[in-house]
T-cell receptor, first 117, second 115 residues
Framework: DTGVSQNPRHKITKRGQNVTFRCDPI?????LYWYRQTLGQGPEFLTY????????KSRLLSDRFSAERPKGSFSTLEIQRTEQGDSAMYLC???????????????FGPGTRLTVT | AQTVTQSQPEMSVQEAETVTLSCTYD???????LFWYKQPPSRQMILVIR??????QNATENRFSVNFQKAAKSFSLKISDSQLGDAAMYFC????????????FGKGMKLTVNP
């Protein structure tokens, strides 16, 4: 299977703890996106990378959140001092960069479901 | 900022029948894409169909077709010959060409298919 993978699939943590999620994109994709999906809502954009550069961050991404994509391959999303409001599904997606007027599909991973108790 | 609205939180359809899911959006951009994504229970989101705003012809993919009304900013999805496997959350999404090309999603709609 060469799709987007995410680990862990589920994470339960206590408020105040730090958590880290990993996303492995499709190998030839140079763009990687993080979205957050809360219950009853559609996914919301958090941040994206082109290769190893983080090019945009949403205002949803407070300073407790940090994302990296070393060497332009896998990415990690860390949440420090978790709060109950951080409970959500964290989705990763990857794609090729657009070329001319061609926009490429974003392929999604299965997500990491975070529960903060 | 762009917004996407799906006003129907749930719908149901009988197997083999046709159902239409509605979506409206708001934008001042001229170059954009619209998408319908499907998210089955406990499974990852997959693309159902896409529409480029500059194309007048409505997109079709097998049993799935869209009715794109650019002036009305409406983008509905028609599923013909509904199958049990079509049961899922359906999300309408918008993307501005250029820049980050991040997706802006609606709240989603739960489709139930009755045998």
């Amino acid at each position: 299977d060469t799709g987007v993978s995410q680990n862990p699939r589920h994470k339960i943590t206590k408020r105040g703890q730090n958590v880290t999620f990993r996303c492995d994109p499709i190998s030839e994709h140079n763009r990687l996106y993080w979205y957050r999906q809360t219950l009853g809502q559609g996914p919301e954009f958090l941040t994206y990378f082109q290769n190893e550069a983080q090019l945009e961050k949403s205002r949803l991404l407070s300073d407790r959140f940090s994302a990296e994509r070393p060497k332009g391959s896998f990415s990690t999303l860390e949440i420090q001092r978790t709060e109950q409001g951080d409970s959500a599904m964290y989705l990763c997606a990857s794609s090729l960069s657009p070329v001319d007027r061609m926009t490429y599909e974003q392929y999604f991973g299965p997500g990491t479901r975070l529960t903060v108790t | 900022a762009q917004t996407v609205t799906q006003s129907q939180p749930e719908m149901s359809v009988q197997e083999a029948e046709t159902v239409t899911l509605s979506c409206t959006y708001d934008t001042s951009e001229s170059d954009y894409y619209l998408f319908w994504y499907k998210q089955p229970p406990s499974r990852q989101m997959i693309l159902v169909i896409r529409q480029e705003a500059y194309k007048q012809q409505n997109a079709t993919e097998n049993r799935f077709s869209v009715n794109f009304q650019k002036a009305a900013k409406s983008f509905s999805l028609k599923i013909s010959d509904s199958q049990l496997g079509d049961a899922a959350m359906y999300f309408c999404a918008y993307l501005t060409q250029g820049g980050s090309e991040k997706l802006v999603f609606g709240k989603g709609m739960k489709l139930t298919v009755n045998p």
